[in-house]
């Protein structure tokens, strides 16, 4: 089975808006975890605008899981994951003021930064994954940097699919492949929904964990959390 990681940088956005402490974003970690999940995931970002430092530090003794912290490693977030010690930290290429992220890395341009994150966290008992595209050659750069996963960026196989398009889910299933070949593991992230969650997850050998957010809160508006949580455990098994 697949693990679902919650991404709940949405949640902060909207205690954000209102200022005060609603929703209670320890309590949704809490009850997400409550219902099933197994695990969270936060991307705090050097603006605070969602996740704040603080929130990171208070969630370690919230996240009972797998604790997943997102970033471009520049250094006040490596301070940060160091600080806490989550249970994996994934590498994201994101520039200070991106919507969202919006590329994987270049595993060979950036090896030997990388490499030096990498080692580091390792050294500090953190699992070490990279954020990349479905692209081969990326795949294999980040083998050689020696990180134990990859997040296969998921946006274009969603846009793909979407249009009616499965054929978009092919440079995915060849970088599964090859990643297994080669040891990585595999996780997934963005724009993943209850829509196309089980075509993904059919088609990916030795998927080992998704981490939704936006989609994910977005549906749970509608069919609340618990159930929604619960709609994705069953599509990942």
Known sequence: MTKLSVNINKIATLRNARGGNVPDLLKVATDIQKFGAEGITIHPRPDERHIRYQDAHDLKSIVYTEYNM????EKTFIDLVLEIKPTQVTLVPDAVDAITSNAGWNTI???????????EFQRN????????DPVLEMIEGAKKIGTERIELYTEAFAHEYS???QRGIQPYMESAILANQIGLGINAGHDLSLDNIQF???????LLEVSIGHALISE????????????????LK
């Open 70 to 73: 997102e970033g471009n490693p």
């Open 109 to 119: 341009k950036h090896a030997d930064y990388l490499k030096e994150v990498v080692q």
């Open 125 to 132: 008992g953190i699992r070490t994954s990279i954020f990349v």
């Open 163 to 165: 249009l009616g398009n």
């Open 200 to 206: 993904f997850k059919d088609n990916i050998p030795g």
């Open 220 to 235: 749970a508006i509608y069919l609340g959390l618990d159930n929604v949580i619960n709609m994705y455990l069953q599509k």
